[in-house]
């Protein structure tokens, strides 16, 4: 039986019980509920690419930018990380499995990489490292993805055997760097990743591109790109 002097206090306890508990659930429902991006865009096929099979390796990115959040920096290189806009993955995922898609149907090829496809035929192998993949905002008017991209492109033909001493197993070695704008439009950030989707386009393209050529051993003559 509780006594007369402590049901005072169990009703207190149980009325603070309830208020931290309706303080909780308030705090919860008022927590905003993530956006979430993609970098996928559509490529459009190319007529003389030959090349049947790729392979598509992760890429390199700077620890400061890989990471689902989409983060921000000013001129002086500070950074601001948007919490609530989000890649769907992380940065460099994004990066490899669109990449991945656009070289895809740019050459009309299939990526090895995930598929669990067996060796056999003539087949490129991409190793891309992004030393900048940056959403800069420098003032109202200056805001652009800032993107210094390296690439190598390996053939490997299975028919080509060592002893052979042959150099068709070529290495192929480019870069490039270039500033994408981005349209400025009631500071949405869909604009961010519009600019974003663009740049990747561009290096699709790219490196699609060095891959055809390589293929057909033709000379690299790409705006903006430097291969050796």
């Known amino acids: 039986m509780i006594s007369s002097t402590a049901k005072p206090l169990l009703v207190v306890s149980l009325k603070l019980s309830l208020l931290s508990m309706v303080l909780l659930l308030g705090a919860c429902s008022s927590t905003p509920t993530p956006n979430y991006y993609t970098l996928a ?21 700077p620890d400061r930018i890989n990471r689902a959040p989409i983060v921000v920096q000013d001129a002086a290189g500070k950074s601001r990380i948007l919490e609530n806009e989000r890649w769907t993955s992380t940065l460099g995922a994004e990066l490899r499995d669109n990449l991945s898609a656009g070289l895809q149907q740019k050459l009309g090829a299939v990526d090895r990489y995930n598929s669990g496809m067996a060796g056999g035929k003539v087949s490129y192998r991409v190793a891309t490292d992004f030393s900048h993949f940056d959403v800069v905002t420098a003032d109202a008017a200056k805001k652009n993805v800032e993107v210094s991209v390296a690439w190598i492109i390996k053939r490997n033909d299975p028919t080509i055997t060592l002893d052979q001493n042959s150099n068709q197993n070529q290495q192929l070695a480019c870069r490039m760097s270039f500033s994408q704008p981005i349209q400025e439009h009631n500071d949405s950030i869909q604009n961010v990743v519009s600019a974003a989707s663009g740049s990747l386009s561009r290096v699709v393209d790219a490196i699609a591109l ?6 057909s051993k033709t000379q690299i003559n790409i705006n903006g790109v430097v291969c050796s």
């Open 41 to 61: 865009s559509k490529a459009t096929p190319l007529a003389s690419s030959k090349v049947r099979v790729i392979e598509v390796l992760p890429v390199g990115l």
């Open 210 to 215: 060095s891959i055809v050529a390589s293929d």
